[in-house]
Structure formats: structure tokens, C-alpha cells
């Protein structure tokens, strides 16, 4: 069965071209209004990847994106207006996995939405020597179930990540010990180039070390390197 995308927007021109690219290109495409109509949707079913709106009346995008983010990790595109660049920021921190900045082009969005898939593991295979899919993991005090996408401390509790905490985190653990530039975490995790100005890397970095680091502040898992980028400073070992 196809992937099932939704397609929040208030402006029926935009949702409404937007589905019917989407869906000649062999996805299922559902157009909504808002996210109320969204909720309504999800409650009988979860789409594969959410394209969402930032301004929209009343409800906005942002207020949508934090609140669908207290129940599920399903992916989330935005497409915002180019003079917002701090709603952008804002919603990489809610947990969105990418943005794209009207007007657009279609096939671009088209792209984005490819590569999000992808790296949500859907669709494309595993490069060669990743961890596998399903595969649990140790690294310092955590477990991570890879097919799960379950983060566990050693007192059994379970920390929720979004699906892009998730896949930063998956980067790491690929990667132990090795400083990658935020331009190579970018490339990585969303599979584009960072322009100069690109921050998103570092607030997903601030954001992931809530999750995994005693004193966020004072990191010793995940570490910054200036000039550098970052890296996991914990050896990962199959449990």
C-alpha cells in the first residue's frame, strides 16, 4: 500500500496542488484545513508523514506540531513564509524533521519528503556496517531499541524521542567517537546541505541532551567540539 501523507494547509490552492503532485507521484494523499481536521484524522488512523503549515488562522502550525508531538512521532514537514526564520527554528525544536520556505517548488517538496521518509526508515535499506533495524543498544547509562525507537535508563523508564531526536541519536550511534561537522549531521539526518546560517543541528543537539544527559549544560555524552562539530563520546556495544 501507498504512503499515506497529509496535507495541512488553510489556503485549499496550496493544499490542493500540493495533493494532487503528491499523488501523481504514487502517494496517498489526504488535504486538511487545520489541525483540528488533523486531530479528527488521526484518531482513525496515523499517517506516514505530516506536510504542515505554519501560518494558518487562529490554531498555527507551531501550536499544531507541539501538541501532535505529546502523542506521536509520525514526521513532520513544515513550509513556512521566508521572513520566519525564528517560527523555523522553533518548530526543528518541537521536533519537525524539515522545512521548506514559500514559494516552493513542488518537486523539491517532493524531495524533502523522500529523503524524511528514508531516514524514518522507510523505504530505503540500511547503509553498509549501520546498526540494524530492531537491534538493542548500550551506550553510557542508555538502551536504545533501534526498531522501537525505545530510549530506556537503567531504571527501566522509558524516555520518548521524536522521530528527528531519534535519528540524530541513530547518527551518533554509528558513529561513536568520531567528531562530525554539523554540516555532516545535517547531510546525514535530513540529507541536505546546512547554508550558513543553518542552526538546526545545534538546537536538535540541545534538545537530544535533555534526553540523555545528567546536566544538559555540563554534556559528557554528547560533546562539542568548537570549530569541529560533535561527537558521542560513549563506546556502543549490542546488548
Request: charged residues 25%; hydrophobic residues 40%.
Given at each position: 500500500?501507498?504512503?499515506?501523507?497529509?496535507?495541512?494547509?488553510?489556503?485549499?490552492?496550496?493544499?490542493?496542488?500540493?495533493?494532487?503532485?503528491?499523488?501523481?507521484?504514487?502517494?496517498?494523499?489526504?488535504?486538511?484545513?487545520?489541525?483540528?481536521?488533523?486531530?479528527?484524522?488521526?484518531?482513525?488512523?496515523?499517517?506516514?508523514?505530516?506536510?504542515?503549515?505554519?501560518?494558518?488562522?487562529?490554531?498555527?502550525?507551531?501550536?499544531?506540531?507541539?501538541?501532535?508531538?505529546?502523542?506521536?512521532?509520525?514526521?513532520?514537514?513544515?513550509?513556512?513564509?521566508?521572513?520566519?526564520?525564528?517560527?523555523?527554528?522553533?518548530?526543528?525544536?518541537?521536533?519537525?524533521?524539515?522545512?521548506?520556505?514559500?514559494?516552493?517548488?513542488?518537486?523539491?517538496l517532493l524531495a524533502r519528503i523522500r529523503a524524511v521518509l528514508r531516514r524514518g526508515g522507510n523505504g530505503a535499506p540500511a547503509p553498509a556496517g549501520s546498526i540494524q533495524v530492531g537491534k538493542v543498544v548500550r551506550?553510557?547509562?542508555?538502551?536504545?531499541?533501534?526498531?522501537?525507537?525505545?530510549?530506556?535508563?537503567?531504571?527501566?523508564?522509558?524516555i520518548p524521542l521524536s522521530t528527528a531526536e531519534f535519528r540524530l541519536l541513530k547518527v551518533f550511534i554509528e558513529n561513536p567517537m568520531i567528531v562530525m561537522s554539523r554540516e555532516k549531521l545535517l547531510d546525514l539526518?535530513?540529507?541536505?546541505?546546512?547554508?550558513?546560517?543553518?542552526?538546526?543541528?545545534?538546537?536538535?543537539?540541545?534538545?537530544?541532551?535533555?534526553?540523555?544527559?545528567?546536566?544538559?549544560?555540563?554534556?559528557?555524552?554528547?560533546?562539542?567540539?568548537?570549530?569541529?562539530?560533535?561527537?558521542?563520546?560513549?563506546?556502543?556495544?549490542?546488548?
Amino acid at each position: 500500500m501507498s504512503q499515506h501523507i497529509v496535507v495541512v494547509d488553510d489556503n485549499r490552492d496550496i493544499r490542493d496542488l500540493v495533493a494532487r503532485y503528491l499523488s501523481h507521484h504514487d502517494y496517498r494523499v489526504t488535504a486538511v484545513e487545520s489541525g483540528a481536521a488533523l486531530r479528527k484524522l488521526m484518531e482513525k488512523a496515523a499517517p506516514d508523514l505530516i506536510v504542515l503549515d505554519i501560518m494558518m488562522p487562529g490554531e498555527d502550525g507551531l501550536s499544531v506540531c507541539r501538541q501532535l508531538r505529546t502523542t506521536s512521532s509520525t514526521p513532520v514537514v513544515f513550509l513556512t513564509a521566508m521572513a520566519e526564520d525564528t517560527d523555523r527554528i522553533i518548530g526543528l525544536e518541537l521536533g519537525a524533521d524539515d522545512y521548506l520556505v514559500k514559494p516552493f517548488n513542488p518537486r523539491e517538496l517532493l524531495a524533502r519528503i523522500r529523503a524524511v521518509l528514508r531516514r524514518g526508515g522507510n523505504g530505503a535499506p540500511a547503509p553498509a556496517g549501520s546498526i540494524q533495524v530492531g537491534k538493542v543498544v548500550r551506550f553510557g547509562p542508555w538502551e536504545l531499541d533501534m526498531g522501537r525507537q525505545e530510549l530506556t535508563g537503567t531504571d527501566g523508564v522509558g524516555i520518548p524521542l521524536s522521530t528527528a531526536e531519534f535519528r540524530l541519536l541513530k547518527v551518533f550511534i554509528e558513529n561513536p567517537m568520531i567528531v562530525m561537522s554539523r554540516e555532516k549531521l545535517l547531510d546525514l539526518t535530513i540529507g541536505r546541505n546546512a547554508d550558513p546560517f543553518d542552526r538546526s543541528i545545534d538546537n536538535q543537539v540541545s534538545r537530544l541532551r535533555k534526553k540523555v544527559e545528567t546536566d544538559p549544560k555540563n554534556p559528557v555524552l554528547i560533546r562539542t567540539h568548537w570549530g569541529g562539530g560533535y561527537s558521542l563520546s560513549s563506546e556502543v556495544e549490542s546488548v
